[in-house]
């Protein structure tokens, strides 16, 4: 398959994070779908072992039925919003606290122009929807969207109710004290309009070029509670992924050949094993 038909590719594309695995796959089974076909009518297959295999028959019919094709189709229209959307959050570079709100208003409205009829989408929109507000959706969200100055200050941007009602959940439930809710509130206003450092023509230029919470680091001084504020709220993460990964070791580590390592030397490797990945991370 390789040398004939594939031009050396695999048609299983293993990703860091189980969620992509099997998207890609799917992805990579399209994209060779003309090369598969011709090679299971081919010559070189039809002589060789593989026929004589009791799943032989089912596979070849399934490569050549179009409903298979049209269904691998579908389900990658569905898929590649949400995906971008969990690679989104499963970055590791930056936080995506500020961007989730906005990215999966943007995933519907991708799956709704791919797959066209309401009757279509529709569904899929209803699953989504289920999925984000009874599991997924915090103010913290809708938070993080308000303070992102990169999303805040376009003509896009949400002015619906709900964005509001999560940034003020969040300053009254992480913000303890009553004066200092009341000077965030009314700092809020300086950064709606744009006054002060945040109007200047260097921090207008880096919305978009800067982290938000660099940014804020940079063009916050002038309020400073809203400031630690932002950056608490923009600095949380999205994604339990990075902990999945660390306790796979755990996992990988406390096998049935070593399981009768100390469960104190089991942490000791996974937080050896933890810090060795950051310092890759930072000095490459």
């Known amino acids: 398959m390789r040398k004939k038909f594939t031009g050396g590719k695999e048609l299983c594309r293993p990703a860091a994070t189980r969620f992509a695995t099997n998207f890609i796959s799917i992805q990579s089974l399209v994209l060779n779908r003309k090369a598969l076909q011709q090679m299971f009518v081919s010559d070189e297959y039809s002589t060789s072992r593989f026929v004589q295999h009791p799943l032989s028959e089912g596979v070849v019919s399934t490569v050549l039925d179009k409903s298979f094709w049209d269904q691998c189709k579908y389900i990658l229209n569905i898929s590649e919003p949400l995906v971008r959307v969990l690679r989104l959050v499963d970055r590791q570079d930056k936080p995506a606290m500020g961007y989730l709100y906005e990215a999966m208003d943007k995933a519907k409205e991708n799956i709704k122009e791919r797959l066209k009829r309401k009757s279509d989408y529709n569904p899929i929109w209803r699953i989504i929807d289920q ?8 103010p913290l969200h809708a938070a993080g969207y308000f303070l992102n100055p990169a999303l805040f200050f376009t003509p896009t941007f949400s002015r619906h109710s709900e964005v509001t009602r999560g940034l003020l959940a969040c300053i009254t439930r992480l913000v303890p004290d009553e004066g200092t809710q009341d000077l965030i509130t009314n700092q809020i206003e300086d950064y709606r309009e744009a006054k002060g450092m945040f109007g200047m023509k260097l921090a207008i230029r880096n919305r978009t070029k800067l982290g938000p919470v660099a940014w804020w680091n940079q063009f916050g001084g002038d309020v400073e509670e809203l400031q630690t ?56």
Request: glycine share 2%; proline share 0%.
């Open 131 to 138: 999925r984000w507000d009874r599991q997924l959706h915090s």
């Open 229 to 284: 504020f932002a950056i608490r709220i923009l600095s949380q993460t999205c994604s339990a992924t990075g902990c999945e990964r660390n306790w796979s070791t755990f996992e990988h580590i406390h096998s049935a050949k070593r399981n009768r390592l100390e469960h104190q030397r089991l942490d000791d490797l996974v937080f050896v094993h933890y810090n060795l990945k950051s310092r890759e991370r930072y000095t490459t």
